[in-house]
């Protein structure tokens, strides 16, 4: 950039005005072409000074491209007013489908909940400990048919006979169906083993 010419460091030597001169017009070729008196108006006429700066091109330039941001601004402006309630509304139903998300959530876990309790009497561990109370309750029922038999004088033997076979098969067929399937739980393969007895 030249350095500023007055009245204190104008060069006396005409080589060096013509070198600054030189400069001045690469510098600022709008003013490079001006003669002296020119140059003195535009600095003594605010108007004109201003007037030739408005006249350069890099200055048109930059307020076209001024002028241009600020219409794509309004321009997006009116378009985010426009869609304000739109947005509105949107922003709103999401509220309401978050709200319907979070009770369809509440209900799965009520219903898995309730799946969950429906299966414990299902569970294999609920269905070995049935097994094995039903082999007892056989067990202990067919002893009270003797018991009862030996404390009773007269007793229909062929009666007593067919009532302690039948608890007997019973209790065998339960406590075999128990050792089986607690044999196939502890081994992982209690699939398909029948956990209920055919009476």
Avoid at 151 to 163: A, G, I, L, P
Wanted: charged share 35%; net charge negative; hydrophobic share 35%.
């Amino acid at each position: 950039m030249p350095e500023p010419m007055n009245n204190y460091n104008l060069p006396l030597d005409r080589h060096e005005i013509e070198a600054k001169q030189e400069q001045l017009k690469e510098q600022y070729p709008t003013f490079g072409n001006k003669s002296a008196d020119d140059l003195e108006d535009l600095l003594r006429y605010e108007d004109l000074f201003q007037a030739h700066i408005d006249g350069l091109e890099q200055i048109q330039v930059m307020r076209t491209l001024e002028y241009e941001l600020r219409e794509e601004n309004e321009r997006l402006a009116q378009v985010n007013l426009s869609s304000e309630e739109e947005l509105k509304k949107m922003r709103e139903n999401v509220a309401e489908l978050q709200m319907f998300a979070s009770s369809l959530t509440t209900r799965l876990y009520e219903l898995v909940q309730q799946h969950l309790d429906l299966q414990k009497p299902y569970s294999p561990l609920v269905l070995l400990r049935r097994l094995r109370d039903e082999s007892r309750e056989m067990d202990e029922e067919s002893e009270k048919v003797v018991s009862s038999f030996m404390d009773k004088s007269e007793v229909d033997c062929e009666e007593f006979v067919k009532s302690y076979k039948s608890l007997r098969n019973r209790f065998h067929s339960s406590e075999m169906r128990y050792k089986l399937a607690d044999a196939a739980y502890k081994s992982g393969t209690l699939a398909g083993v029948p956990m209920t007895m055919d009476r």
